[in-house]
Structure formats: C-alpha cells, structure tokens
C-alpha cells in the first residue's frame, strides 16, 4: 500500500490511528513529562521526560530535549532564553500546527503556505501583588492565522479553523482551565 502524504503528514497513518483510538481507548491516553531545575536569578532549564502512552513508558524521550527559559532584562530577567510566556505561545502554535495540518490532510487539502502570528497579554500588577483583583496569568490571546491552500475556498479555509479551535488540546488547556496540582517534596 502507497503512503499518502498531504503538507508532509501521512494522512494514512492518522487513519490508522484513529482506527487503534477508537478500538482500544487505553491508547488515546498520552502523559508527558518535564523535568527542571533552576539556574540561578529567573533562569531555569528543562529536560523532557519519558512519554507514557496507554500505559506503555517511552523512556527514548528522557532527557532527550532541552529547554531553558528566562525573563526579559525589562522584566528582570537576564535574557538568556525564551520566556514561559512565550512558551505559551509556541505551544499554542505547535499544537495548532498539529491540528490544523492533520485536519487538512484528513480532507484532501493541500497547503501551499501556513503561518501563525500569536500575542499573549498580562497585567503584572496581579504577579507583583499590586492589585489582588487581577489575575496573575494571560489576559487575553490573539492567534492570526494565515493560510494559502490553492483552489480551497475560505470557507473551507474558515471551517478548517473553526476545527483547530475545538480539536486543539493546548487551546482547549487554555480556554477550558485545567487542575493544576503542587506539592512541596
């Protein structure tokens, strides 16, 4: 059998997984892992995980990426990395890539060109205790999508978005407010 391939993704691969999801919904159970460890000032660097996938330890991915964040000098940072902020925002924009490129392939649309533009807004007198009125997180998110896919109309275009908004896991993480736990060891 011949790979299908649209914008790059095996759209026959995402069939067949979905096939595996919905015969055994143990396998549609993903847990990622972060490992950090602080840096000195606002520095910290990040080490991934094992992936558990229905049960099964992929113990490949363990330290196999490495993250650093930082804060910007303008908010007392020393500029060495990306902020958490931004990687936010790059989730957010990995995530709808995802989304967006497997939806596209699973309906035959061919992208000639994608691009995102993201913007995170704080208010950082509810970090700083200034004002305990105010939420210390996100204010508020734009996602500007920019898509060419010759010879598919914008609605087509408007649905395939529409898609990503309700498909996506790392918006829905966003829009919906997870439980987030803390524990001191």
Not at 37 to 53: C, D, F, I, K, N
């Amino acid at each position: 059998m011949e790979t299908l391939t649209i914008n790059g993704f095996d759209a026959q691969a995402l069939r067949a997984t979905i096939e595996a999801v919905t015969e055994n919904r143990q396998l549609g159970h993903v847990t990622f892992a972060v490992h950090g460890e602080w840096r000195g000032g606002l520095s910290m660097r990040a080490t991934t995980g094992a992936l558990v996938q229905g049960g099964s330890s992929d113990q490949t991915r363990l330290g196999k990426y490495v993250m650093e964040s930082d804060e910007p000098t303008a908010l007392l940072g020393t500029d060495t990395a990306v902020s958490p902020a931004e990687y936010v925002l790059q989730a957010l924009a990995g995530c709808y890539t995802v989304t967006l490129v497997a939806n596209a392939a699973a309906r035959g649309i061919e992208l000639k060109s994608y691009r995102l533009d993201l913007e995170a807004d704080f208010d950082l007198s509810g970090f700083l205790g200034v004002d305990h009125s105010v939420s210390p997180g996100v204010q508020g998110v734009r996602v500007r999508v920019e898509l060419d896919a010759p010879g598919v109309s914008r609605d087509q275009l408007v649905e395939l978005v529409e898609l990503v908004e309700q498909r996506s896991p790392i918006r829905d993480t966003l829009v919906r407010g997870v439980p987030v736990t803390t524990e001191l060891a």
